[in-house]
């Protein structure tokens, strides 16, 4: 997913609700963080993600892969947010388990050059 793609979309969107204020509240975040996304100085998060997709109705397809329609008109593009919601989770989970075994390899790794040392 190429960030500046779906931050294009993100504008797309912004001029459809008339700008970043009224789409900040249209989704009931702070206009602040719509900017932020917009202008790169924040990541693309998966929070203003659902809120796109859940609220306003615009598929998660088009707005991260830039495929298909817009908006959502299928019954079944709820069960694809939901989907992309278990996705992220997991990858979240894996991020904590490899900071933990890189913890624990560097705890090794000291513990064997302690003992060489020693």
């Known amino acids: 997913m190429s960030d500046d793609a779906v931050v294009k979309r993100i504008k797309v969107i912004v001029k459809e609700h008339g700008g970043q204020l009224a789409l900040a509240n249209a989704i009931g975040v702070d206009q602040g963080f719509i900017s932020k996304v917009i202008n790169k100085k924040q990541d693309i998060s998966y929070y203003l993600i659902r809120k796109l997709c859940f609220q306003l109705k615009y598929s998660p397809e088009w707005l991260i892969l830039g495929t298909g329609e817009k ?37 090794i790794k000291q513990s064997t050059q302690q003992q060489k040392a020693g």
């Not at 593009?77 to 996705?87: F, R």
Request: proline share 3%; no cysteine; aromatic share 2%.
């Open 71 to 107: 908006n959502i008109h299928k019954p079944e593009s709820a069960k694809l947010i939901t989907e992309i919601q278990m996705l992220r989770t997991e990858v979240d989970i894996l991020h904590a388990r490899m900071r933990a075994y890189e913890l624990e390899m560097a705890e």
